[in-house]
């Protein structure tokens, strides 16, 4: 399921984090180069008109990553990072994330 959890990037486990990032790359592109793949998914209507929001999100999984000893390769264009820079919109609210993320046992410290 494509997702950006709205958990702090630290919380997350391995699998979660690097998915995670994945997603989010593969939204960006969706997004800015208005393609046709997902982009009637609710995870990335909720994201258009906030990628300076998603640009921030990014920057704190590499972050994240890169504590975890993770090089990072794949930085996002600055330039594209427009809109509003608060993700006020979910899904599923932060606590019903919290919530999925318990439930799957993944290692997760939520």
Not at 7 to 25: A, F, Q, S, T, W
Not at 52 to 72: C, I, P, T
Not at 83 to 110: E, F, R, T, W
Request: hydrophobic share 35%; glycine share 6%.
């Amino acid at each position: 399921m494509l997702r950006i959890w709205d958990v702090p990037p630290e919380k997350l486990c391995r699998n979660h984090l690097l998915g995670e990032h994945r997603e989010l790359h593969a939204m960006w592109v969706v997004i800015t180069q208005k393609k046709k793949g997902y982009s009637k998914h609710p995870e990335t209507i909720r994201w258009k008109g906030k990628l300076r929001a998603m640009y921030f999100r990014h920057e704190d999984l590499v972050k994240e990553m890169s504590s975890r000893g993770y090089v990072h390769k794949s930085p996002l264009d600055k330039r594209k990072a427009t809109g509003k820079s608060i993700q006020d919109v979910y899904v599923d609210s932060p606590l019903k994330q919290i919530l999925i993320l318990k439930a799957k046992g993944c290692g997760c410290n939520v």
